[in-house]
C-alpha cells in the first residue's frame, strides 16, 4: 500500500499545479474560465465571494489527494515513477474528468441558474482553448504526482 504522506504530498502539489495554471490562464484572458469560480458555485451556489472560491479549490484540491491514491497504486507496480507515467495516467483522468463534467454542470447550482455557463463534456461550453487547457492541466497534474511520488522508497 502506498504511504499516505507521500501520496497526499503528491496529490496537493499535483493539485495546486493545476490550480495556478488555471488561475494564471484565466487571468491572463487566456481563457474565460475561471476554475475556482465555477468550483465555488459548484459547492455554495455563490462564485463571487473569497470563501466560495476557497471553499471550491479546497475541495478541488482535496479531490486532488484522493485521485492521487490510484496514481500511487499504478506508480508502485510500474516502478520507478516517473513524469512520463504521470502523463500517461493524467490522459486517463482527463478523459474520465471530462466526461464527468456535464453531471458537474447538472449539479452546480450557477449553471443550473443561468449565473455561469456549462462547462459540457470535455470543457467544450468555454471553447477550444479552455479544451486545451483543460487536457493540459491534467498532464501537469500527472508529471507532477510522476516526479514528486518516488515508489522506489518503499519497500
Do not use: C
Amino acid at each position: 500500500m502506498p504511504k499516505p504522506a507521500k501520496v497526499v504530498r503528491a496529490g496537493l502539489l499535483g493539485g495546486l499545479a493545476m490550480e495556478v495554471l488555471a488561475l494564471v490562464t484565466y487571468q491572463a484572458r487566456v481563457t474565460p474560465l475561471s476554475m475556482s469560480r465555477y468550483e465555488g458555485g459548484l459547492l455554495t451556489g455563490e462564485a463571487d465571494r473569497l470563501s466560495s472560491r476557497a471553499a471550491g479549490v479546497g475541495a478541488h484540491l482535496l479531490l486532488s489527494v484522493l485521485i492521487a491514491v490510484p496514481y500511487a497504486l499504478v506508480m508502485k507496480r510500474t516502478r520507478p515513477a516517473s513524469p512520463g507515467i504521470g502523463v500517461r495516467l493524467g490522459i486517463l483522468h482527463w478523459l474520465i474528468a471530462s466526461l464527468v463534467l456535464p453531471g458537474l454542470d447538472r449539479m452546480n447550482p450557477m449553471v443550473r441558474t443561468g449565473r455561469m455557463p456549462a462547462l459540457k463534456i470535455f470543457a467544450s461550453g468555454y471553447g477550444p482553448v479552455t479544451m486545451a487547457l483543460f487536457l493540459t492541466g491534467h498532464l501537469v497534474y500527472g508529471a507532477v504526482v510522476g516526479a514528486v511520488y518516488d515508489s522506489d522508497e518503499e519497500k
